[in-house]
């Protein structure tokens, strides 16, 4: 078992209301290695705040997730940083790609903390390889403001995988894009999580998207449920 979310609770306190509200309660979740899953639910319904929660941005209030046999509430905070750079892919709505650089230095960043520089070398290679079967090799010098939606979202996918991570988390990554893009990155997605064994959650508001992955899971009143 790659990932073992058990009995997640998460409330958020606002200054109008007398009793926090509780966003995640009692939430269970297995993933296998190389598994892909969607999660579906109303906007609010906690979706991404339980992608932050796996991802090792934000802790909850109670429970526990266990990575790769180890808890993460067990790591320092040099740890999960360490973690989250190594063993988790991100990849959001917003590309959120750094203007002034190109799209091959864009794919490196994630490895600019690593101080090992063999490791860095081969995240050259790796880059490299990674644009060239994304179709994206012909743009590794342009900037970001000349690329298309598409593309960038792309850009950002390749730079989740620089590190090899063993997870990839997708939080609404097509929401930006028309249904064409849309369905190219989904497809884009499970080629690589195949191809890498990556295990792969993706948050959508999308029926269709969601039904593309193995399972499909419904987070609705806090409660997290399989789709059957």
């Known amino acids: 078992m790659l990932l073992s979310v058990k009995d997640i609770r998460k409330t958020f306190r606002s200054e109008s209301a007398l009793e926090p509200r509780i966003v995640l309660d009692g939430v269970d979740l297995d993933l296998e290695k190389g598994e892909a899953i969607s999660i579906l639910g109303p906007s609010g319904s906690g979706k991404s705040t339980l992608m932050n929660i796996i991802g090792a941005l934000d802790k909850p209030d109670r429970g526990e997730v266990i990575f790769n046999g180890q808890s993460l509430s067990s790591k320092t905070e040099a740890e999960l940083t360490s973690f989250r750079n190594r063993e988790i892919g991100f990849v959001f709505q917003m590309h959120h790609l750094l203007p002034q650089c190109s799209v091959f230095e864009n794919v490196l960043i994630p490895a600019v ?3 090992d ?9 790796f880059a490299e390889d990674l644009l060239k079967t994304t179709g994206l090799w012909e743009h590794k010098d342009q900037k970001p403001g000349v690329l298309s939606g598409g593309e960038c979202q792309r850009v950002a996918l390749v730079r989740a995988m620089i590190n090899q991570p063993k997870l990839i988390l997708a939080d609404e990554p097509t929401g930006s894009l028309d249904e064409d893009n849309a369905l190219s990155m989904i497809t884009l997605l499970l080629d690589l999580n195949k191809q890498f064994e990556i295990s792969l959650i993706v948050v959508t508001h999308s ?3 969601g039904r593309k992955m193995e399972k499909q899971y419904n987070l609705r009143n806090g409660k997290l449920n399989l789709k059957t």
Do not use: C, D, G, L
């Open 113 to 115: 903390p690593v101080k």
């Open 117 to 125: 520089n063999e490791f860095k070398r081969s995240r050259m290679t």
């Open 207 to 209: 029926q269709e998207i």
